[in-house]
């Protein structure tokens, strides 16, 4: 049985649902009942866990095969992400689970010292948020061993119909109701963003094989994409005119004076100005072809998934 660490989150409903597809018993955990019930039903078996309690950590690994780790942590206690790492490899490890993949993101990699960023590239971040990441996946790493395999997936920002808490929502919900999406500038430098659906399939093929673990992997999107560009597709979908609310660098900070999330995205800034283009060719190497939904597939299915809600 896999479990999934943080099943209420886009990555883990991603996996949740190919799974389902693979016919493959699955253990959905998360913090609130009634978002699982309501994802999951009685497709699952659903345990209620606070991931952050050491002893909630032990009874929901019990009896697993194997951890799906998608945990979210609130933005302002990135310190989380270590910690709780800790307490799911030491539970993983004395309830006997054989296998662990950690699913993360390119904070790690700090600023981009090269076009496309290999698994080879220095980890070397310079913001509190890329350090704790950096330890996180350092545990996870380092917890590799003949008794508990471990591995990392790294992915770009990601989207789709349920990527609440990504940096394009905002963006989906303003031309859903024809609002003005505020973007972070500058909004014409090329970034790359993943579908979600598309990431389910890349976790479980992993977790299959015997020969990825100890190791990191990139899933890089199906291509570059500028924020104007996203953004401009987004509001055709709905049917709407583009409207974009440039927002500067210096009216992030005026704006954290009294918006606690965007005073703690301030120091991520920098992946504006020089985003993570990753290089996902040793995943490639690894499971072959992989399946990218492009921007246009991928922006029309989220933008019909949301038109119902």
């Known amino acids: 049985m896999i479990g999934i660490f943080g099943a209420g989150g886009a990555i883990g409903k991603s996996v949740a649902a190919e799974a389902q597809r693979r016919g493959i018993r699955l253990r959905v955990v998360g913090r609130h009942a009634a978002s699982l019930e309501k994802a999951y039903g009685g497709a699952h078996e659903i345990v209620i866990a606070d991931l952050g309690d050491p002893d909630d950590v032990m009874r929901a690994a019990q009896g697993l095969d194997a951890i799906v ?7 302002n206690r990135f310190d989380l992400h270590p910690k709780i790492m800790r307490q799911v490899v030491d539970a993983a490890r004395r309830s006997g689970v ?12 700090g600023a981009p010292q090269t076009g496309r960023v290999a698994e080879d590239h220095p980890r070397r971040p310079t913001t509190y948020k890329g350090k704790m990441r950096k330890e996180q996946e350092d545990v996870a790493l380092g917890a590799d061993s003949a008794a508990l395999h471990t591995a990392v997936l790294r992915l770009p920002d990601f989207f789709g119909p349920d990527a609440e808490f990504s940096l394009t929502n905002e963006i989906f919900k303003s031309a859903k109701t024809g609002k003005s999406a505020a973007v972070i500038a500058p909004i014409d430098t090329p970034h790359e963003f993943v579908f979600t659906p598309d990431v389910g399939p890349v976790v479980l093929d992993l977790l299959a094989r015997d020969d990825v673990y100890g190791q990191a992997y990139n899933f890089a999107g199906p291509g570059t994409m500028t924020m104007r560009e996203f ?5 055709e979908g709905f049917g709407k005119r583009p409207q974009l609310a440039i927002v500067r660098p210096w009216m992030l900070y005026l704006i954290g004076m009294f918006s606690p999330f965007i005073r703690e995205l301030i120091e ?8 993570v283009l990753l290089d996902d060719s040793k995943l490639q190497r690894t499971l072959g072809e992989l399946k990218k939904t ?10 019909a998934a949301l038109a119902t809600r």
Do not use: C, F, W
């Not at 780790?69 to 933005?75: E, Q």
């Not at 054989?98 to 990699?109: C, T």
């Not at 991520?268 to 985003?275: R, S």
């Open 69 to 75: 780790h998608a945990i979210g942590v609130p933005y």
């Open 98 to 109: 054989a296998r662990l993949l950690l699913v993360s993101n390119v904070y790690s990699y």
């Open 231 to 235: 953004a401009t597709r987004v509001y």
């Open 268 to 275: 991520m800034e920098y992946l504006q100005k020089t985003p």
């Open 294 to 303: 492009s921007y246009e597939d991928g922006i029309a299915r989220t933008v």
